[in-house]
């Protein structure tokens, strides 16, 4: 009796454990006791590389938003082609455009000598974006962790899932919206651009289009000297997506839009969706928008890394000193 009672409490408590594991949510405290010097270390080697590259900052937080529309934040899109894996790498919205795997993978060895097999590859990108925009004169938020790596790629819903530089408005909507973000918080993640720079084969139509209503005609001639009609070669010369300020993470992005000087058509529609007029007018304030534009992307960003995360027994820890390969 006493025996099949023990077995009782034994599978009972296995029991409950399960359910706690698959149950397991994100927490900014995940790894205080396994891990409590991780955090620091990602955000001195991302200081680092911002600082050796402004650019950078921008790379790292696309590289998280990238990540978290396939498949949610799995670190997928880090994972290198195999026989059995097709790279994210190569989709079309990432193809020889997107970058910063080698701060991802610096940070990786950074955190195995702190303690080995238990800090995800996909936390390390939600960190390093925040750690990025802080770097640039960003606001800073509370990542919330624990999130496990995949141990796969999709590179059919990468072209099926993360918005591009072509799509007008409608498209736009509907992708965010697929991933639980509404246009009000599309339009504050887009302020994100206040960063970066941007291919030519991606803003060509832009300028080539014939679309005068939309587009300054004198940035549009600026930005066709670095960037020829199809043909012409120049395809991944570069361009800022912020005229003003790019290096900075500021306001400007949407002063931009303001006076059609958005270098994406992507960006460029955004303006043209009424999204009310008095929030318009607060993000364009000149002494008032940057801090606005602060506020409200904090929600947004803990938002979408909280997309269909992996936890508890679900996908693994990738254990090599690099994230782009399974254990």
Not at 11 to 24: I, W, Y
Not at 171 to 179: E, S, T, W, Y
Not at 183 to 197: D, F, I, N, P, Y
Not at 234 to 260: H, I, K
Request: aromatic share 8%.
């Amino acid at each position: 009796m006493a025996s099949k009672t023990l077995m009782y409490a034994v599978s009972l408590l296995l029991l409950v454990s399960g359910a706690f594991v698959c149950e397991a949510t994100l927490s900014p405290t995940f790894y205080d006791v396994i891990c409590p010097k991780a955090a620091a270390a990602i955000r001195n080697i991302v200081r680092t590389a911002v600082s050796r590259e402004r650019r950078m900052a921008a790379s790292l937080v696309r590289l998280h938003f990238h990540d978290c529309f396939v498949q949610g934040c799995d670190g997928s899109v880090l994972l290198d082609e195999t026989a059995t894996i097709r790279s994210e790498k190569f989709s079309f919205a990432n193809n020889n455009s997107i970058r910063g795997f080698n701060v991802i993978d610096e940070a990786k060895r950074a955190v195995e000598k702190l303690c080995p097999q238990k800090f995800s590859c996909a936390d390390i990108i939600a960190l390093a974006a925040r750690d990025a925009t802080v770097a640039v004169g960003g606001p800073t938020w509370t990542v919330k962790l624990g999130r496990r790596d995949s141990t796969t790629a999709n590179r059919a819903l990468a072209d099926r899932d993360i918005p591009n530089s072509f799509h007008d408005l409608p498209v736009l909507i509907a992708r965010f919206a697929a991933k639980g973000l509404n246009t009000r918080e599309m339009v504050a993640l887009s302020g994100s651009h206040t960063l970066g720079q941007s291919r030519c084969i991606s803003f060509r139509a832009r300028l080539y289009g014939g679309n005068g209503t939309n587009i300054d005609p004198n940035f549009a001639r600026m930005r066709r000297r670095g960037c020829p009609p199809a043909g012409g070669g120049g395809d991944f010369n570069l361009a800022p997506l912020d005229l003003v300020t790019p290096n900075s993470f500021d306001n400007n992005y949407f002063r931009n839009l303001q006076q059609r000087k958005g270098l994406l058509n992507s960006d460029q529609v955004l303006f043209n969706w009424s999204f009310g007029s008095d929030r318009q007018h607060r993000y364009l304030t000149t002494s008032k928008g940057r801090r606005f534009l602060l506020q409200n992307l904090l929600q947004p960003m803990v938002k979408m890394g909280d997309i269909s995360p992996l936890t508890g027994i679900n996908g693994i820890i990738r254990a090599a000193w690099c994230c782009s390969a399974l254990n």
